[in-house]
């Protein structure tokens, strides 16, 4: 999981954030592919980002990424954590999402930064916890067949990452389509529109132009249907 960060809380941080370079990508645009050198973290300010880890689809360099979506890194969070270590390559290419704004941060000065500063490397030790803890779930749950637990586990952690209050509910307003959360579920594409169909006739949550929003988070816990 990307690591979020507040930079204004960590002065060290948000010195190596000023001296960034802002980047945009368009929608589809690649932003860095597997392979590549890692010399750059970058933070999200707006948009989202998908990490994929591609496949060879004999399209003899024809640009196009194929393969499956590991992970998103959206607002306020950290992604191409490679960089931190000398002489690293990335493991995922990154594709923008939407229409995205990032920083683009110098591997040694992060570094830096959580080596020196206390609170942003308790934040990132806590995102590597949460992402476990989020791994086991979904490891847990396929060899027991669970998509409905595996589907509600990671709608969870993103109304954590990225959720914010609206009535009676929490709103995720990352644009999520439901192949995007068959891959970061591991489940099929079918399964999950069946899975988001029966909680919306069940009112657990509601689809909208923008992401999703939570109604009833308690159900998505026990990944169970309470029909009326």
Avoid at 23 to 49: I, S, W
Avoid at 72 to 95: H, M, N
Avoid at 124 to 143: D, I, P
Wanted: hydrophobic share 40%; charged share 25%.
């Amino acid at each position: 999981m990307p690591l979020k960060v507040v930079p204004r809380r960590d002065r060290k941080l948000y010195r190596v954030v000023k001296r960034g370079e802002m980047r945009k990508c368009l929608r589809g645009e690649v932003l860095y592919r597997a392979g590549d050198p890692a010399g750059h973290l970058y933070l999200v300010m707006t948009g989202h980002l998908r990490l994929i880890q591609e496949e060879d689809d004999g399209g003899g360099g024809s640009g196009r990424v194929g393969g499956r979506a590991v992970a998103i890194a959206c607002p306020w969070e950290l992604v191409g954590e490679e960089a931190l270590l000398p002489d690293a390559s990335r493991r995922t290419t990154a594709v923008a999402g939407e229409s995205t704004e990032l920083i683009a941060l110098g591997g040694r000065a992060t570094q830096g930064v959580l080596q020196t500063s206390r609170k942003t490397l308790e934040a990132f030790l806590r995102a590597k916890e949460e992402e476990l803890a989020l791994a086991r779930t979904l490891g847990e749950s396929r060899r027991s067949g669970g998509a409905r637990r595996r589907l509600g586990a990671l709608l969870l952690h993103l109304a954590d990452r990225q959720g914010t209050r609206k009535g009676e509910g929490i709103q995720v307003a990352i644009p999520l389509t439901h192949q995007l959360l068959a891959d970061l579920s591991h489940s099929h594409r079918s399964t999950v529109t069946t899975i988001l169909n029966d909680w919306i006739y069940a009112g657990i949550l509601v689809e909208g132009d923008v992401g999703i929003r939570i109604l009833n988070p308690g159900v998505l816990r026990g990944g169970e249907t309470p029909f009326r």
